[in-house]
């Protein structure tokens, strides 16, 4: 049968490839995960071009400056040109080398003394930027090198508010041209606290209580289209007028990544800012992995009248009633993906999740459907669901009564599927 383009199953032997979508953040990440092993920007780059550290015959010929482990007493600009001109200089990379803002302002000094027509990426992440000192150095830069697309400022000790310079520089035409944001494992606010039973407020006080400028940042970055938020350190209100300046109409925002964020604890916002969707401009893909949101949290997604393109739920302790609410929201989502991977839910999610498509007197068999198609699904992801066989053949079934036009399905590790499961399909 050839119902599905790309179907992925992990029988013994093969390597699995990932049929979903590949974002700039991964759909779970570990909260143990250490600065050491986290991916950058340029690092990414690098290993797709198989170019190594210590390869000097390359990097002579290089458009990258990079700095990996060093001292700040190493980071020298024209040491590292080698002869080459800045104009030439696509990518700068520091990383691991423990440059704090004074180190970081000296650096940008240095750099903008000549010219950047070409820098596309900067990567500092893994370093100990902080404090005003390093959002007027940012402002500096983005303002001197204006074809910066990529901008990684994660695993630092940046907040909200050392990036205000950046919106209040005083050109007022002034832009930057900044695509991918990544501010992730940043302490962006105070930290969230649970409020007491006697509160009545829905949001505890944070030391930000004016968060108008955030609009004024993001306005600054008006090709902003991925923005990267995992594991940060922020409070509801600033993650909430966050959210809304990065959704606001006319944004071109595409993905926001807001993985292990607690935001089990924080319905309410949670809530807020999927009702803040519920007519967004343009696709958007919303990552919420790994934030144990249970079908509570589900329920809280499915209610809010949000309108996605995309929804990544992996590692979320959904059952099978979260299933089964997403079931009844599918229609009116207008989602072309979900992914629901490393949730053991087992078969019975899967009943659940087609339900609706089902007869009551008979559940998990499929009603014809007319014409039209129940959802509009086209990728979705079940790697590591606890599923059978048994799930395969009711997806094959519900795909025959047009419950989705279904191209890609992404079951990977599945241990209770035997080896030749997906001819099901």
């Given at each position: ?74 980071l020298n600009i024209s040491e590292a040109l080698g002869g080459r ?341």
């Amino acid at each position: 049968m050839d119902f599905l383009r790309t179907v992925e199953s992990a029988p013994i032997g093969t390597a699995p490839t990932s049929a979903l979508p590949k974002s700039r953040s991964n759909s779970s990440l570990s909260s143990s995960t250490s600065t050491e092993n986290s991916p950058t920007l340029c690092e990414q780059a690098r290993d797709n071009l198989g170019v190594a550290d210590n390869d000097t015959t390359v990097l002579s010929h290089s458009r990258e400056l990079c700095f990996l482990d060093l001292t700040t007493s190493d980071l020298n600009i024209s040491e590292a040109l080698g002869g080459r001109s800045t104009a030439t200089i696509e990518c700068l990379r520091v990383n691991r080398c423990r440059m704090d803002s004074r180190a970081f302002a000296r650096l940008v000094d240095d750099l903008c003394s000549d010219d950047l027509a070409c820098l596309h990426t900067v990567d500092v992440s893994q370093n100990q930027l902080s404090g005003v000192e390093a959002g007027v150095a940012l402002a500096r830069l983005l303002s001197h090198a204006k074809a910066v697309r990529f901008l990684s400022l994660g695993w630092n000790k940046l907040s909200l508010a050392d990036l205000r310079p950046i919106a209040e520089t005083t050109a007022v035409s002034w832009s930057c041209n900044v695509a991918c944001l990544d501010l992730r494992a940043n302490p962006l606010t105070a930290p969230y606290k649970r409020p007491s039973k006697k509160s009545s407020k829905h949001y505890p006080v944070h030391e930000i209580n004016d968060n108008e400028w955030i609009g004024s940042l993001i306005a600054r970055m008006p090709e902003l289209t991925h923005v990267q938020l995992a594991q940060a350190t922020i409070g509801d209100k600033p993650l909430i007028s966050l959210l809304y300046a990065l959704t606001r109409s006319g944004s071109n925002v595409e993905y926001i990544g807001l993985e292990w964020l607690g935001l089990d604890n924080r319905l309410s916002a949670l809530r807020t800012i999927m009702s803040n969707l519920a007519a967004p401009s343009r696709a958007l893909h919303l990552n919420l992995s790994s934030n144990y949101l249970g079908d509570n949290g589900v329920e809280v997604v499915a209610t809010s009248g949000a309108v996605l393109s995309s929804l990544t739920l992996a590692c979320n302790f959904i059952t099978e009633r979260g299933t089964g609410i997403l079931a009844k929201w599918l229609p009116l989502s207008g989602l072309g993906s979900l992914d629901l991977s490393d949730n053991y839910f087992g078969d019975q999610g899967v009943i659940s999740l087609l339900a609706t498509h089902t007869s009551d007197a008979n559940p998990g068999v499929p009603v014809k459907s007319s014409d039209n198609y129940y959802t509009q699904l086209t990728v979705l992801g079940l790697t590591s669901c606890c599923l059978s066989d048994t799930s395969l053949r009711l997806i094959a079934d519900a795909l025959a009564c047009k419950w989705a036009p279904l191209e890609s399905l992404r079951i990977l590790r599945n241990s209770r599927m035997s080896p030749g499961s997906k001819l099901l399909l």
